[in-house]
């Protein structure tokens, strides 16, 4: 037996699999490939789990070319995620397994398959995508900028001025950028190579990062209003910059119209899109006890035909014209229609979907789940994740050179030991390349390839430190 | 660094957990020990997901005994399935994480967690089940059996003929085997140490597996009808066996009552409990495409309070005195309710479930699922499985010594490759001990402790061949 510096392949790439876009009961044929000087293969095939049985294919041997010899097998789809493995006996009688995982001599567990995907799909244009994320007050001011007025929640800032990590101002300094001012430096963009903006939150709040939204209907007037995101679009449109907006589906700010409406008002029919836990609903359900960003009970039909189902909800408003927004970014996507006993995750996430479709199918939807994401991710709603685990935390732990410079919590507090996505694991862990690819072929093997490849590969974001920080000069 | 021979531990025993059985918001305390010549940690902390979002408690060192010391740590039950894993931050820096699958350097899983659960608990019996599964017209013939006429179906056999393994011997060989004769032979069950006995499908049928039932309301009498069964279990439980039946939820036989109303009639109330495809009620889904096992739509309101759900259900009438049995195995619980775009089967285990609660809560509920179990076992229904993956397959894959004696197939083939449980994987596997530990791992890993517990550690069954026939004769 040879050792091989090559290992069979499989992923869900159209060199693979005969359709990104399969339909229920079609017959999709699914390739291997496995290096020519590869130990002699008695047989190849693919075990699939329809209605949770195991059901079988033989895989033909299509003939060899540039060192790969490729075997095809034929799977129909039965299910909407209809994962596979494939099974290769050697002519020694060993077996092994391949799936999303890799190669393995032990039996595989079904939530690593590969997967066929039957829920309608994403556009094509996500799969190529290249992303810029502006948190619009930190972006740019437009000469409008300076008229607009201080809101009474805001510590002003002056352009220059550093940023204040500790609370309040951590929260309430305002530095006053808006999406005018984003629009003229589209062009910065363009050069960049970006072909997707992502804002977070345009609506009014009482923040800087406006996840409190006091409305879902009108842009905040800070940022210039409505006219604003729509000569924003606009502009952004005719350079071949698609724009998604940032919804949040787990909470309103307590400032919002309908919390105002619902607050101590039992007999307001907002009073279902929260939960009050008295009869007077004065005390609620909030995101991890924040009193200010209280909790949606997505129970609530009054709150889904609102905000995320049919024509006039708050997801298809936005998407149609005059706004034609491309897509949403869903705020603590993982933690939307779970409280406790109860989890509506998978209808909120499915609902919104079809809302999208129905308004617009050229639209993106993509979820913040932070963490381990593969549970929300089976092709039923989100497209993909912003998530850290697959890959910006392996990232980090990889390249990364904490510099150890001293920084400030929200609360004060000085810390030297380097900021890792929150976790109280002792600063940045530091991994080879070998636990690299662990990590991210840990935290991808159980997302469906088509979802996968709609996940936000961030080296950074607005809830962390910037990759920059930390990262050795050549990177 | 020492090199230690043993490892850092946690499990769900009670050892190592305050309560078995905690309810929702309750504080836990979850204890971890590490080998008393470890290297040194800075911190021991636990990572729960509650509503999917990170929660971080501290441990505190509680001492050393025995060359263990232990942390402990408090984790308050958010969810039903409250996921948890350690932490463990070494002087070095290092870190470890510590989960069902075992101690990673790297970041894990969701899935693989530890879980408290707070669903109603299995009754404590459960924990300490000796099982004999019986296949009633194969274990023993009473006087009384002598008397029972031969049915339609059946192709009478001799006690002492060999079994037919081809179709249609294979499943209409009948050898007569009745209730009374398993209830002569209890005291033989008794000295093996036997504490529980399980019978495979006492309703009439027309095959010897009776696994294609044709009415759940009565025992078939060639069995002896209900007295016998009522006479077996009381004899049982004088002797503290206690005795579960076999539900097929997944399917009928066509010869079920229910099956004959709605065949060829579309006004038939009982047409719903079916999946018939065309308008004259006379084509329909079945088992594997199986004619004769018609499976069941769990769409149907009807079909769910005839079998499974309130007091006058199936599921419900066999644990009601005079019957007084201990529970179900569920066969084909894997499929159950799943079909294509469908997929009902949390809503039938967990409404199973709570109609035997609500009978007599002192009774388990075992599902067959045959391959990989974990996604659903999250202790919302099934107390455990029957399932091959995390212990009989590996167990053969280490042990047997294949024999290569030629055997027949279904449809009469001839083999010589030692069958493997149906698994087109050429024989059985060889496994070493480590693969032996790694399959039953990987396989237990997404498997709540409490659960697991519930898992029939099966050596073989009905559907296998006897793990004697190539064990090695010292096992």
Chains 1, 2 share one sequence.
Request: charged share 20%; hydrophobic share 40%.
């Amino acid at each position: 037996m040879t050792t091989p510096t090559l290992l069979p392949h499989h992923d869900g790439s159209p060199l693979h699999v005969s359709t990104q876009t399969p339909a229920l009961g079609e017959l999709v044929r699914v390739r291997l490939r496995v290096p020519a000087d590869y130990p002699a293969l008695r047989a190849v095939r693919t075990l699939s789990n329809p209605d949770h049985e195991p059901a079988w294919t033989e895989a033909t041997e299509l003939g060899t070319a540039d060192g790969w010899t490729w075997w095809e097998a034929p799977i129909v789809v039965r299910n909407r995620r209809h994962g596979y493995r494939w099974l290769l006996v050697h002519e020694s009688g060993r077996v092994e397994w391949l799936n999303q995982a890799g190669l393995s001599d032990l039996e595989t567990r079904d939530a690593d398959d590969f997967a066929l995907i039957a829920h309608p799909a994403p556009p094509e244009w996500m799969y190529d995508a290249v992303m810029y994320q502006v948190f619009p007050d930190r972006f740019a001011r437009s000469a409008a900028a300076d008229r607009h007025p201080t809101p009474d929640w805001a510590i002003p800032a002056t352009w220059d001025e550093p940023v204040d990590p500790v609370m309040p101002g951590r929260s309430q300094q305002f530095y006053g950028g808006d999406l005018d001012g984003i629009r003229e430096h589209l062009d910065h963009l363009v050069g960049l190579g970006v072909n997707l903006l992502y804002l977070t939150p345009f609506f009014p709040a009482a923040s800087n990062h406006r996840y409190d939204a006091s409305s879902f209907t009108s842009v905040d007037p800070l940022l210039g209003g409505d006219e604003a995101l729509i000569r924003l679009v606009e502009a952004a449109h005719e350079r071949g910059i698609r724009v998604i907006g940032d919804l949040t589906t787990n909470h309103s700010g307590d400032r919002h119209e309908w919390f105002q409406a619902a607050l101590g008002n039992p007999e307001a029919p907002e009073g279902e899109f929260y939960y009050f836990t008295d009869a007077a609903h004065t005390r609620y359900e909030s995101w991890l006890g924040t009193p200010t960003l209280p909790k949606f009970n997505w129970a609530s039909p009054g709150l889904r035909r609102r905000f995320i189902e049919g024509p006039d909800s708050v997801v298809a408003q936005w998407l149609k014209p005059p706004f034609s927004l491309d897509g949403w970014r869903i705020d603590v996507a993982n933690m939307t229609g779970r409280l406790g006993d109860v989890d509506l995750n998978a209808e909120v996430r499915q609902l919104t979907r079809q809302t999208m479709i129905e308004t617009n199918p050229d639209t993106i939807l993509i979820a913040e789940i932070t963490n381990d994401a593969s549970g929300d991710l089976t092709g039923d709603g989100w497209h993909g994740a912003m998530t850290y685990p697959s890959f910006a935390r392996p990232l980090w732990a990889w390249l990364c050179e904490p510099t150890g410079e001293p920084y400030l919590t929200g609360d004060g507090q000085e810390r030297t030991e380097p900021w890792f996505f929150g976790q109280p694991v002792g600063g940045i862990p530091r991994y080879d390349a070998r636990q690299f690819v662990g990590a991210v072929t840990r935290f991808t093997a159980g997302i469906p390839w088509r979802v996968r490849l709609g996940n936000m590969q961030t080296l950074d974001s607005h809830d962390t430190a910037r990759f920059a920080t930390n990262a050795p000069a050549e990177v």
